[in-house]
């Protein structure tokens, strides 16, 4: 029977990946301050989200949740979230019209600032420094100073999340993601590839489709399903007393809501069962996600989905696989058995990135294109045996033409990274790579029999 839930009572259970924060009256001032501050979302649309989730989780909705792998304190814009937001409504489009069912769209945005790492030290040179753990906590230069966790920085990341929250409501409200104006999401370096052309005629299809609904006497003006997206946050919830610290009572229902992102997860290196992390969002109402890498076992994800889904709420669990390219089918499918024969209405999305990242020749972190959309294969295939919804995918892309990841239709090479290589951590999809990817994913799905 697991004891009462308050949003302090992961601080009684072992928390990994926390920084060593070096002044802990700075740190609690800083926590306290940001307790105060409103919060970034709202329980409603957090509910909201569940809700469009639960469509995932039956089979007749899809889910893309993408963006950054951590956003940047020097790399922000309007542009840069403009550039974003650009290319997943693009995904999205290719993805609604070749699948034919609505696409929940999440960003990895406002709020994904913190990283865990595999060793709390990295060597650079002859010094053995501290690791980078995200702007929310340090600097990535590689001086000792850089490295020494900041609290000031939480609060930083706070303002940074608002007003980039307050962009993105505004593009998914004010005009910029109405339908009409399909064509003009591509960017300029998109535009004149096969991608670019291939979307292009995909988007005139969509135009013919809406003058003919109005040629019918639709009432396309007024339907604001046309103009406006719901457009959702999340990041992975690993620093637990800034997520605390937004943590809040709804006047409404009375249930808790970590009211930094609509939805929150959990990552690889921080999902024990007996760890604070699950402790922390078992007690939250927003959706919440796990990621589940090749070490998991059926045991293990039916004790999650207790743990995180008691009420079996469908929409309340997304379970995020990452596998690798070459393990994918083998080590999926006995948890698409245990958890379909449990009858957990669970949310199943492929992370085709982190498990294929490798260091290449050049010194640089990459992925492979072609491991990434192997990877997704293999879940489709994985889903398609098991006779169970292969229900999304989640990606680190970026809207700007960086060299980040190697292959795709642009043929990058590794001798290449370094043009253009702007992530502050792991590589990103380019624009191209992206809209490409969306594409394959709905020919794969499509191919599979299941759309
Ligand atoms: C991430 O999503 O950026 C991440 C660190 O993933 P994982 O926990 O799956 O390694
Ligand atoms: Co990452």
Redo the contacts with the bound molecule.
Sequence with gaps: MAKAWTPSSWQSFPAAQQPEWPDSGALDRALKQISGYPPLVFAGEARSLQTALGHVASGNAFLLQAGD??ESFEDFSAVNIREKLRVILQMAVVLTYSLGVPVVKVG?IAGQFA??RSSPFERIGDLELPSFRGHIVNAEAPTAAARVPDPDRLVQAYHQSASTLNLVRAFAKGGFADLNRVHAWTQEFVASSPEGRKYEQLAAEIDRALRFMRACGVDTESNSRLHEVDFFTSH?ALLLGYEEALTRQDSLTGGWYDCSAHMLWI???TRNLDGAHIEFLRGVGNPVGC?V?PTTDPEYVLELCQALNPARIPGRLTL?S?MGANHVEDKLRPLLRAVRDAGHPVVWAC?P??ANTYTAVSGHKTRDFDEICSEIAGFVRAHSAEGTWPGGI?V?LTGDDVTECVGGADKILDSQLDDRYQTV??PRLNGRQSLDLAFRVADLIRTNGLA
């Design positions: 792998c951590a990895r990283k865990p992975e990552g690889e290196r990621k890498g995020i990452r992370d990135m982190h989640h680190e951590c792991d």
